[in-house]
């Protein structure tokens, strides 16, 4: 099992360029999530999906969007990119359920927006 | 709001114990994790507390204390790969996990 995938690893874009990352999980995982995380500050939850065809705004979702068609798939937009927008993007997830929730992540996307 | 809080960086030797702790202030509370992420790498799960007391996992003991919002991670016999920072996440009330900004670890010889 390769377990959470993330494609591509580094990216760097121009201001106003957009992008699509790509996440993806051989886990048969119902929830899946998208992270960022910045120097200093914990891991904010950008969207996340608690199953296919389903999707929800985290805590800084301005500026992106997710699809998730596919349940082992979970695909974070960037339609227009800032320079707010540099940072490591990590996707996680979960099999669901309420009584433990442990994630499992991706090796993350570098992405720099110049 | 939610805040969760640790230290931001200790220094510890090698083969010594080290207690890392994290204090807590959620909307409801359906447990708390601890991950590992070395440098450049994606965060690794340690261990998970969801009633009080000491949970113990080889080298690695977590404590939870929900009446104090209260949890530390044990380190023991500190090795140089334990350099890293580790996460604190508590699960609220709406079963999103809330993050603290993590605490760097410096092992040195």
């Known amino acids: 099992n390769a377990g959470v995938t993330q494609t591509p690893k580094f990216r760097v874009l121009k201001t106003g360029q957009s992008m699509t990352l790509l996440c993806a999980q051989d886990?048969?995982?119902?929830?899946m999530y998208w992270y960022r995380q910045d120097p200093g500050m914990g891991l904010r939850l950008i969207h996340y999906?608690?199953?296919?065809?389903?999707?929800a705004k985290g805590e800084v979702p301005d500026g992106y969007n997710v699809s998730r068609l596919k349940k082992q798939n979970f695909l974070l937009g960037l339609e227009s990119a800032a320079p707010s927008q540099t940072s490591v993007y990590f996707c996680?997830?979960?099999?669901?359920?309420?009584?433990?929730?442990?994630?499992?992540f991706g090796p993350g996307t570098r992405l720099t927006v110049l | 709001g939610q805040n969760i809080d640790q230290p931001t960086e200790m220094t510890a030797t090698e083969g010594a114990i080290v207690q890392i702790n994290c204090t807590y202030q959620?909307?409801?509370?359906?447990?708390l994790f601890w991950y590992q992420q070395h440098a450049g790498e994606a965060p690794t799960f340690l261990s998970y507390?969801?009633l009080d007391g000491l949970e113990e996992k080889g080298r690695f003991s977590s404590f939870l204390s929900r009446s104090k919002g209260y949890s530390y991670l044990l380190l023991k016999e500190l090795q140089m790969k334990d350099s890293a920072s580790y996460l604190c996440?508590?699960?609220?009330?709406?079963?999103?996990?809330?993050w603290g900004a993590g605490t760097k670890l410096i092992i040195k010889p």
């Open positions: 999906s608690v199953g296919e065809g389903t999707t």
């Open positions: 996680a997830s979960a099999s669901g359920g309420a009584d433990y929730n442990e994630q499992f």
């Open positions: 507390n969801v």
């Open positions: 886990m048969n995982h119902e929830y």
């Open positions: 996440a508590v699960l609220d009330s709406n079963y999103q996990l809330i």
């Open positions: 959620t909307s409801g509370f359906n447990g």
